[in-house]
């Protein structure tokens, strides 16, 4: 039986990794459907989109076949009732303070694009309206949101999509799927009007839940001693610093 759960982890692994592999190579393949598109060769941007299309139905096989993996797990683990303890428990609760739009519906790329294309922006909600005071004196900001198309269950071991195979734990990665699904992204404010925040490109699928913005300050948020950590240490760290800043390339 231990076995046969060990071969489920596994499997459910390398079905993630395979997503988000998945999602890197369409979302290459939008761009340059784009590219294309821009220059001319409408033949070839229909031809990309066909693959793209493709592609995605593979995608929602192996999310089909995750979520059937997922369903079985929930089904066989045990019930347990947990006490009190002498503090009670504390209650996290979070409240949608605005919705994010972006041009991705089924696909978005891992790390914001400064410069992609498309219209990108936050709607706050009215109510929070006064809090925008003086932001627009900022270039950049923190948005905090939920991912709230996330699923899949989380596994603490994760192949990150653009490291070649390598086997990371999730807290040594920027996997999407945690513990608790909070995204946390760095964009270029453009400009603001009345309760709408335009930015230069964002993570995320249109319809995004915003938790929270925060200004990004030069020298406090910018370390100038911080490092890449066990990509320092691959021999495709060029190819991975590619992935890790977004910038489209070739494979």
């Not at 089909?64 to 347990?80: D, H, N, P, Q, Y």
């Not at 760095?186 to 925040?197: F, L, Q, R, S």
Request: hydrophobic fraction near 35%; aromatic fraction near 10%; charged fraction near 30%.
């Amino acid at each position: 039986m231990k076995n046969n759960i060990s071969e489920i982890k596994k499997l459910k692994v390398l079905l993630s990794y395979w997503i988000h592999h998945n999602r890197e190579h369409i979302a290459d393949e939008e761009k340059w459907s784009k590219e294309f598109k821009r220059a001319g060769f409408t033949d070839l941007s229909a031809g990309l989109k066909k693959i793209i299309e493709l592609s995605q139905r593979k995608n929602k096989c192996i999310e089909t076949l995750m979520s059937t993996l997922e369903k079985g797990r929930k089904a066989s683990v045990k019930k347990i009732s947990v006490k009190n303890t002498k503090g009670g428990h504390i209650k996290v609760d979070f409240k949608k303070i605005g919705i994010i739009h972006t041009p991705y519906t089924d696909n978005a790329p891992y790390q914001p694009v400064e410069k992609d294309t498309g219209i990108f922006f936050i709607l706050l909600d009215d109510s929070y309206l006064d809090g925008l005071k003086k932001l627009d004196q900022f270039r950049y900001i923190y948005v905090v949101y939920y991912i709230h198309r996330l699923k899949r269950g989380v596994s603490m071991s994760v192949y990150p999509p653009w490291a070649n195979g390598r086997k990371v734990g999730l807290f040594a990665s920027r996997a999407p799927l945690r513990p608790n699904p909070i995204g946390l992204s760095v964009v270029k404010i453009k400009k603001i009007v009345k309760n709408k925040i335009f930015t230069s490109g964002l993570d995320v699928f249109d319809g995004t839940p915003l938790l929270d913005i925060k200004p990004y300050l030069k020298d406090l948020d910018s370390k100038a001693d911080a490092n890449y950590g066990w990509v320092d240490r691959s021999a495709d760290k060029g190819h991975l610093l590619l992935h890790i800043k977004g910038i489209p390339h070739g494979y």
